[in-house]
């Protein structure tokens, strides 16, 4: 069964501040996604990347920047972080062209 | 920019029924679409998918694609209380990166 596991489960930061959502694969998929869900918007794409080493801008890039260190590992960075960024936030891993599998999401308030 | 866009909102039927659900999309040349099924606090999880037009049938479920139409629909027989849940639709880009574009979902909601 294909895993991803993403930390933290949930995050309360103050504006201003910088935040860090890490997630980790065990499927050996090369293309990891970052999304996040908000009511009305269903999931927008923040990052992508194709292995290590490569980080892509997806649809709603501005505010964030990506990390990916490892095949198993990809970051979602927040610099300056702001009340609008406030989502649960997906990663998730998989193969061109084949399905997603989804981490359990990060919760983060931005106050 | 693809345009994902599914009806109803959200959706209430009563144990047994057929359920259909609906998916539009703006890009005729878009490669294969996917349907997930999310369960509150639960990231989503991939059901079943369609590349070329017609339809494909697994277990209870069965999804017809129309690309003439630029139309996908979901069809879950015998509906129970464990598909209630939000489901996604993703169709993905003709663009070679595989990147895919998600609607904003549809709320089901089986009442035993």
């Known amino acids: 069964e294909a895993a991803v596991t993403q930390s933290p489960r949930n995050k309360v930061a103050v504006t201003g501040g910088k935040v860090t959502l890490s997630c980790n694969q065990t499927?050996?998929?090369?293309?990891m996604y970052w999304y996040r869900q908000d009511t009305g918007h269903g999931l927008r794409l923040i990052h992508y990347?194709?292995?290590?080493?490569?980080?892509e801008k997806g649809d709603i890039p501005d505010g964030y920047k990506a990390s990916r260190p490892s095949q198993e590992n990809f970051s979602l960075i927040l610099e300056l972080a702001t009340p609008s960024q406030t989502s649960v936030y997906f990663c998730a891993s998989g193969d061109a062209g084949f399905e997603q599998y989804f981490g359990p999401g990060t919760r983060l308030t931005v106050l | 920019q693809e345009k994902v866009q599914q009806s109803p909102e959200s959706l209430i039927v009563p144990e047994g029924a057929m359920v259909s659900l609906n998916c539009s999309f703006s890009d005729s040349a878009s490669q294969s679409i996917w349907w997930y099924q999310q369960h509150p606090g639960k990231g989503p999880k991939a059901l079943i998918s369609i590349f070329s037009n017609g339809n494909k049938k697994e277990g209870r479920l069965t999804v017809y694609l129309n690309r003439a139409s630029l139309h996908v629909s979901l069809h879950i027989k015998d509906s129970q209380p464990s598909d209630s849940a939000v489901y996604l639709c993703?169709?993905?880009?003709?663009?070679?990166?595989?990147?895919?574009?998600f609607g904003a979902g549809t709320r089901l909601k089986v009442i035993a």
């Open positions: 499927n050996n998929h090369n293309n």
């Open positions: 990347s194709y292995g290590a080493g490569s980080t």
């Open positions: 993703a169709v993905s880009l003709n663009t070679g990166n595989y990147k895919y574009v």
